[in-house]
């Protein structure tokens, strides 16, 4: 059953080169206020609506600060995510640091995932896809994870 909260649905925006996203206006609404836009897993970005993003941050505090692990996650989560709102034109700005990581430049990806919202490149996400169109290869990739 999908929630109201629940992001889903593939969209290609433009990027300008001042770094403006537009939004899709089907997202808009559960982005209202401030949201954090993060470095991702994938080479992509992710926008987690706050409570979303306090969701992620308990799991981490949780963690034990004396793992290297939990501090290179630390380090890439936090030290790298920005807090935006949405400008009157219902667009972001993607800070330059965040858009290089991720690769975008002019037409951008734009996908609801559940809880986030993630930002491709248009180049990264064709190769994802590739394999989510081919179902042997879906199949195998998702085999073993309890569905």
Same mark, same amino acid.
């Given at each position: !059953?999908?929630?109201?909260?629940?992001?889903?649905?593939?969209?290609?925006? +433009?990027?300008?080169? =001042?770094?403006?996203? $537009?939004?899709?206006?089907? !997202?808009?609404?559960?982005?209202?206020? =401030?949201?954090?836009?993060?470095? @991702?897993?994938?080479?992509?970005?992710?926008?987690?609506?706050?409570?979303? @993003?306090?969701?992620?941050?308990? =799991?981490?505090?949780?963690?034990?600060?004396?793992?290297?692990?939990?501090?290179? +996650?630390?380090?890439?989560?936090?030290? =790298?995510?920005?807090?935006?709102?949405?400008?009157?034109?219902?667009?972001?700005?993607?800070?330059?640091?965040?858009?290089?990581?991720?690769?975008?430049?002019?037409?951008?990806?734009?996908?609801?995932?559940?809880?986030?919202?993630?930002? @491709?490149?248009?180049?990264?996400?064709?190769?994802?896809?590739?394999?989510?169109?081919?179902?042997? $290869?879906?199949?195998?990739?998702?085999?073993?994870?309890?569905?």
């Amino acid at each position: !059953m999908s929630s109201s909260n629940e992001f889903s649905g593939l969209y290609r925006h +433009l990027i300008d080169d =001042k770094g403006r996203l $537009a939004v899709p206006s089907k !997202m808009r609404a559960q982005l209202a206020g =401030k949201f954090h836009v993060a470095q @991702w897993l994938d080479t992509c970005l992710a926008i987690l609506p706050n409570s979303e @993003w306090d969701v992620i941050a308990g =799991k981490v505090s949780a963690l034990p600060m004396t793992d290297p692990r939990t501090r290179a +996650l630390e380090r890439r989560l936090y030290g =790298k995510a920005v807090e935006l709102e949405m400008d009157a034109q219902g667009r972001i700005l993607v800070p330059q640091n965040l858009r290089d990581f991720a690769g975008l430049e002019g037409e951008v990806v734009v996908v609801g995932i559940r809880n986030r919202v993630e930002i @491709w490149s248009n180049e990264r996400w064709d190769a994802q896809n590739a394999v989510l169109d081919d179902d042997a $290869a879906f199949s195998e990739l998702v085999s073993g994870i309890g569905i």
